[in-house]
Protein backbone atom coordinates (compact mmCIF):
# COMPACT_ATOMS: atom_id res chain seq x y z
CA UNK A 1 0.00 0.00 0.00
CA UNK A 2 0.92 3.83 -0.41
CA UNK A 3 -0.35 6.88 1.14
CA UNK A 4 -0.17 9.53 -0.50
CA UNK A 5 -0.29 13.15 0.98
CA UNK A 6 -0.75 16.18 -0.56
CA UNK A 7 -0.15 19.96 0.98
CA UNK A 8 -1.11 23.35 -0.48
CA UNK A 9 -3.35 24.91 -2.87
CA UNK A 10 -6.15 28.11 -1.76
CA UNK A 11 -7.36 31.00 -2.91
CA UNK A 12 -5.48 32.70 -5.07
CA UNK A 13 -5.58 35.56 -7.78
CA UNK A 14 -4.89 35.46 -11.57
CA UNK A 15 -1.67 35.55 -12.15
CA UNK A 16 -0.52 34.56 -8.84
CA UNK A 17 1.44 31.39 -8.07
CA UNK A 18 1.25 28.22 -6.09
CA UNK A 19 2.92 25.41 -4.94
CA UNK A 20 1.24 21.93 -4.83
CA UNK A 21 3.12 19.28 -2.82
CA UNK A 22 2.61 15.35 -2.76
CA UNK A 23 4.41 13.25 -0.39
CA UNK A 24 4.63 9.51 -1.10
CA UNK A 25 5.19 6.90 1.98
CA UNK A 26 4.39 2.89 2.14
CA UNK A 27 5.82 0.62 -0.32
CA UNK A 28 6.56 3.52 -2.96
CA UNK A 29 9.07 1.27 -5.09
CA UNK A 30 6.81 0.47 -7.28
CA UNK A 31 5.81 3.80 -8.23
CA UNK A 32 6.55 4.41 -12.12
CA UNK A 33 5.15 7.67 -12.13
CA UNK A 34 3.77 10.52 -10.02
CA UNK A 35 1.07 12.65 -11.22
CA UNK A 36 -1.74 15.53 -10.81
CA UNK A 37 -5.15 15.98 -12.30
CA UNK A 38 -7.72 17.76 -11.36
CA UNK A 39 -11.26 18.04 -11.52
CA UNK A 40 -13.44 20.74 -11.93
CA UNK A 41 -17.26 20.73 -10.81
CA UNK A 42 -19.21 18.92 -13.69
CA UNK A 43 -16.01 17.84 -15.69
CA UNK A 44 -13.78 15.29 -16.31
CA UNK A 45 -10.73 14.32 -14.14
CA UNK A 46 -8.38 15.75 -16.39
CA UNK A 47 -4.25 15.04 -16.61
CA UNK A 48 -2.06 18.19 -15.30
CA UNK A 49 1.20 17.06 -14.79
CA UNK A 50 3.44 14.28 -14.53
CA UNK A 51 6.90 12.72 -13.49
CA UNK A 52 8.65 9.03 -14.13
CA UNK A 53 10.33 8.64 -10.74
CA UNK A 54 13.51 6.97 -12.14
CA UNK A 55 14.66 10.28 -14.28
CA UNK A 56 12.74 13.02 -13.09
CA UNK A 57 11.28 13.32 -16.48
CA UNK A 58 8.03 15.61 -16.41
CA UNK A 59 5.13 15.63 -19.08
CA UNK A 60 2.59 18.59 -18.86
CA UNK A 61 -0.55 18.66 -20.40
CA UNK A 62 -1.30 21.54 -23.12
CA UNK A 63 -2.68 23.54 -20.89
CA UNK A 64 0.12 24.40 -18.40
CA UNK A 65 2.72 23.84 -20.90
CA UNK A 66 5.11 26.71 -19.79
CA UNK A 67 2.79 27.65 -16.53
CA UNK A 68 3.45 24.66 -14.52
CA UNK A 69 6.72 22.92 -13.31
CA UNK A 70 7.13 19.90 -11.73
CA UNK A 71 9.88 18.52 -9.49
CA UNK A 72 10.82 14.99 -7.03
CA UNK A 73 12.77 15.14 -4.25
CA UNK A 74 13.08 11.37 -4.40
CA UNK A 75 15.20 11.00 -1.21
CA UNK A 76 11.81 12.02 0.52
CA UNK A 77 9.26 10.08 -2.38
CA UNK A 78 7.87 14.04 -2.92
CA UNK A 79 6.76 15.24 -5.66
CA UNK A 80 6.09 19.04 -6.31
CA UNK A 81 4.12 21.20 -8.72
CA UNK A 82 4.89 24.96 -8.76
CA UNK A 83 1.86 26.58 -10.96
CA UNK A 84 2.54 30.34 -12.05
CA UNK A 85 0.65 32.59 -14.45
CA UNK A 86 -2.84 31.01 -12.48
CA UNK A 87 -6.09 31.34 -14.73
CA UNK A 88 -9.78 31.24 -13.19
CA UNK A 89 -9.97 28.04 -15.42
CA UNK A 90 -7.52 26.36 -13.40
CA UNK A 91 -9.96 26.43 -10.29
CA UNK A 92 -10.20 22.85 -9.10
CA UNK A 93 -9.45 19.91 -7.23
CA UNK A 94 -6.34 18.45 -7.40
CA UNK A 95 -5.05 15.52 -7.28
CA UNK A 96 -1.76 12.95 -6.61
CA UNK A 97 -1.29 10.11 -7.81
CA UNK A 98 0.79 7.30 -8.17
CA UNK A 99 1.30 3.85 -10.06
CA UNK A 100 3.17 2.25 -12.99
CA UNK A 101 0.23 3.37 -15.71
CA UNK A 102 0.67 2.60 -19.59
CA UNK A 103 -0.53 6.02 -20.37
CA UNK A 104 0.56 8.86 -17.88
CA UNK A 105 -2.27 10.57 -18.84
CA UNK A 106 -4.69 7.91 -17.89
CA UNK A 107 -6.34 8.15 -14.82
CA UNK A 108 -8.23 5.15 -14.27
CA UNK A 109 -4.58 3.40 -14.57
CA UNK A 110 -3.08 5.04 -11.29
CA UNK A 111 -3.28 2.65 -8.39
CA UNK A 112 -2.92 5.41 -5.77
CA UNK A 113 -4.79 8.96 -4.89
CA UNK A 114 -4.33 11.41 -2.42
CA UNK A 115 -7.53 13.14 -1.08
CA UNK A 116 -7.77 16.25 -2.86
CA UNK A 117 -6.76 19.72 -2.49
CA UNK A 118 -9.03 23.05 -3.62
CA UNK A 119 -6.96 25.58 -5.82
CA UNK A 120 -9.66 28.62 -6.30
CA UNK A 121 -8.17 31.28 -9.32
CA UNK A 122 -10.64 34.18 -8.74
CA UNK A 123 -10.48 37.95 -8.85
Known amino acids: QVQLVESGGGLVQPGDSLRLSCAAS????????MSWFRQAPGKEREFVAG????????FFADPVVGRFTMYTENSKNTVTLRMTSLKPEDTAVYYC????????????????WGQGTQVTVSS
Open 97 to 112: AAGAPQLIRDWEAYDY
Open 26 to 33: GRTSGNQF
Open 51 to 58: VRMTTGTP
